[in-house]
């Protein structure tokens, strides 16, 4: 190893002592800083993320990844080294246009803006948010234009997320779902529709949080390498391959919301756990490509999670945690995970549904950073797309442009990203049963971890090292495609739903 790589590597440490500070503030916060704790944690996580901004774009920095990408040094590294100076030094020559003072006041607004966010939901108060959410824009908009210039707004946010991806190639794909979709929807919803009352009865949290550690087991998550934590929006955090953080949220009436929230996040947290740990703690590590990422996530919970197949061989399990479902027969609780019907909360709606709510979030993206609609007019704009795409209108904010959290740090450009990992599950389902045969007979037999290891070794292993189209291009061997996806869609609800 050169002095110079070395020196890299100790430099590269120091960074990441700030790092690992940034991620357990940032658990903390969502998960258990009192209310009147919130400000101290605020500033202390402004502090840790302005220094380690700082440390990342320093003059120091250029100077070594300036050095270490001379051919000389740069043929000398493995492949991981790599692509870590060549990522590195991308990042590095975007990152270093963003004044100090910009990227501080960006992190603590969005520090700031993430509690009203939680004040305005609970209170169901859009105006609480509303100059949180503007700053957040405004910021955004500020940022992309010293790290892109030049580039249209929202494609780089776009991009930010899913590289390579822009809004021509997300048009392409929603209108061929939007195509398939609404006239699959209007079917279902014409026929007969399952009673659910026997699935909205009290359970206490204690009991789906035994359940939630059940079927994070089941389906690969590693305990010994993982945490649970609990918060007002499920989500998933990794601080290394051996250290993955997973917070869930729980309603008295509703468990299959955290039972399906914990297969989701379960998805992301065995992706992190299974990262070749050579890279841990560098940017080959955890994907950042959140489409990949997210079609992790909704693979288990949705391929995976929503079929009969699933559950048979751990349903006596599940009602041993939550007793109400050993009086409900295995295909009375499949109906009821696959029942279709236009509803307010995208975490909660059915997986065909979904895909409509994700539009729905896309347009609005596009509204504010094309559209420049006001942020006043943002929740009547939001309504209005509900009634055209679901024929339901929101009777508070809660329920509507509150619910998610991702526009209170600024995540603009995140949303699609769930949709395209849909339309990548309806690729890799194909894929899998081409090489290991029926995936429904694989999960009968209670063998997921037949599925959980092709899909360590196919695409977790990888972490960042491979973009969105390099995975998809080695794992499905042909482009990205929605059709995979809708054929999926057609097969399963005609049958479910005794469709013509």
Known sequence: MSRLLEEFQQYLKKIQQYEYAVNLLFWDVQTKT?????????????????????LSTSEEMGRMLDALSE????ENLDDMWQFIVGRMKRDYDRNRRIPAEVYETFVRAKAESGNAWVDAKKAGDFSIFAPHLKKMIEMRREIAGYTDPGKEVYDALLNEFEEGM??????????????????LVRQILEKPQPDDAAF????????????EKMLLEYIGFRMDAGALGETEHPFTTGFSSRD??????YH????????????????????DQNVNPDYDQTVAGSCCHMGIHESQSRFYENILGRSKNFWMPIYDKLGEYLPQFREIPLDDFYREINHVRNSFVRIEADEVTYCLHIILRYEMEQAIFRGHVPVE???????????????????NDSEGILQDIHWSDGSFGYFPTYLLGSIYDGMYLEAIE??????????????????????????????STRTPKEVIEAVCGKEVSAEPLLRYFKKKYTEIYSLS
């Not at 400000?39 to 380690?52: G, H, I, K, Q, R």
């Not at 051919?71 to 740069?74: G, L, S, V």
């Not at 822009?166 to 398939?180: H, M, N, P, V, Y």
């Open 244 to 249: 993955v953080r997973i917070a869930n949220n």
């Open 34 to 54: 009192p209310k009147l704790g919130q400000p101290a944690n605020v500033d202390a996580l402004t502090y840790f993320s302005t220094e380690e901004f700082a």
């Open 252 to 271: 008295e009436r509703e468990p299959l919301s955290a039972i399906f929230s914990a297969i989701h996040e379960g998805g992301h947290g065995i992706f």
């Open 166 to 183: 822009d809004s021509a190639t997300i048009d392409r794909l929603f209108e061929e779902l939007k195509q398939g979709l609404i006239p």
């Open 377 to 395: 007019e943002l929740p009547a704009l939001w309504n209005k797309k509900m009634e055209e795409y679901l024929q339901i209108t929101p009777e």
């Open 200 to 211: 909205r009865v009290y359970t206490d949290a204690d009991s789906q949080k035994k359940a």
């Open 434 to 463: 081409q090489e290991l045969g029926s995936v429904d007979e694989i999960l009968a037999a209670g063998e997921i971890f037949k599925i959980t290891k092709w899909l360590n070794e196919n695409i977790h292993w990888y972490g």
């Open 71 to 74: 051919p000389k040094e740069y």
